[in-house]
């Protein structure tokens, strides 16, 4: 059964949504939620809510472990390597497709088998804020010398290409970091902005520390409208970060089912759905053939960026 699920259809599923109950032989005990980053990030926070929220749905026990390392690529592939048994689940997100692109990964999509994606996680680009900050994309591209700051092997590596290819390749696209990072050096003066999902700056935005010049959506964000678009100041830039989850291939599909079926659950939940917008996580459940063929799809779409950037490390 293939789903797609925005926000938008929150109020009329809930009426219709029953309790989950689980498959017959699934959950056969504690399920592992497997996040590849440190804990206390937007990713490890937005897991450690569904876990919450699982304990509940199934009635069973939903622990998550962090597994940091190799820009995600340690717990990626410490989920893909567990038995398939369909007791620990792994995070499926874009980072797990660029880790591929880029020749990170020690595994491939056929060890991977995509169960479900619950939300994307909006990129922005990011500039310096308060008096000296830049008034839009075009400002940033006139910037002699202009920097932009990335994450090697994240999307944020693919966004920036993307838009130095859409800016006339004006812009100086460095690896400078993780979020934190990046910030810094922003606001430190040593690059002219960054790329980073919303959660990472918006706060900074808010304080006039940093301004968000561009989200990389196809519309503006529904918790933020006021924050433009890349689209609308003429830079052809949308790529968001998909959350979902994978489980080893050879998993028994009753599991996939029941993990599915239980998010499913959660994901037109709107007291879930306001935890996810703090995050600024616009939630969006899909599931099955089509969540598959949307994966294989961005995947495509990176490989066909690398090879026109000539570039993918």
């Known amino acids: 059964m293939n789903k797609i699920l925005t926000s938008c259809t929150i109020a009329a599923l809930l009426a219709a949504a029953g309790p989950v109950v689980a498959q017959d032989n699934w959950p056969a005990g504690a399920v592992t939620l497997v996040v590849p980053y440190n804990p206390g990030g937007t990713t490890d926070n937005m897991v450690r809510i569904i876990a919450a929220k699982m304990e509940e749905t199934l009635g069973s026990s939903v622990v998550v472990t962090n597994t940091s390392g190799g820009g995600g690529v340690v717990g990626m592939s410490a989920a893909l390597q567990a038995a398939p048994d369909g007791q620990t689940v792994g995070l499926y997100i874009t980072n797990t497709l660029v880790s591929m692109v880029t020749g ?58 993307q838009f130095n290819e859409q800016a006339g390749g004006h812009i100086n696209v460095v690896h400078a970091g993780d979020g934190p990072a990046r910030n810094a050096a922003v606001m430190g003066g040593h690059i002219t902005a960054l790329i980073t999902p919303t959660a990472g700056v918006i706060q900074q935005h808010e304080a006039g520390q940093l301004k968000i010049l561009a989200v990389l959506s196809e519309e503006r964000l529904s918790v933020a409208p006021d924050l433009p678009t890349a689209r609308e100041q003429g830079f052809d ?13 050879g998993t028994p599909q009753e599991a996939v089912d029941g993990f599915c079926d239980a998010l499913e659950a959660i994901a037109v939940d709107p007291d879930f759905v306001t935890e996810m917008e703090a995050l600024n996580v616009d939630v969006r459940f899909m599931r ?23 570039d993918g490390n």
């Open 104 to 161: 990170g990964a020690p595994f491939t999509m056929d060890e991977i088998q995509p169960a479900c994606m619950f939300g994307d996680a909006v990129l922005t680009i990011t500039g310096i804020g308060g008096d000296n900050a830049l008034a839009d994309l075009a400002a940033l591209v006139e910037v002699d010398g202009a920097s932009i700051g990335i994450e090697r092997g994240t999307l944020s590596q693919f966004a920036g290409l």
């Open 237 to 249: 830039v949308t790529l968001t970060q998909s959350n979902g989850f994978m489980f080893p291939a």
């Open 288 to 310: 099955g053939e089509a969540y598959e063929d949307y994966m294989s799809g961005l995947l495509n779409d990176l490989e066909a960026l690398t090879e026109a950037a000539g």
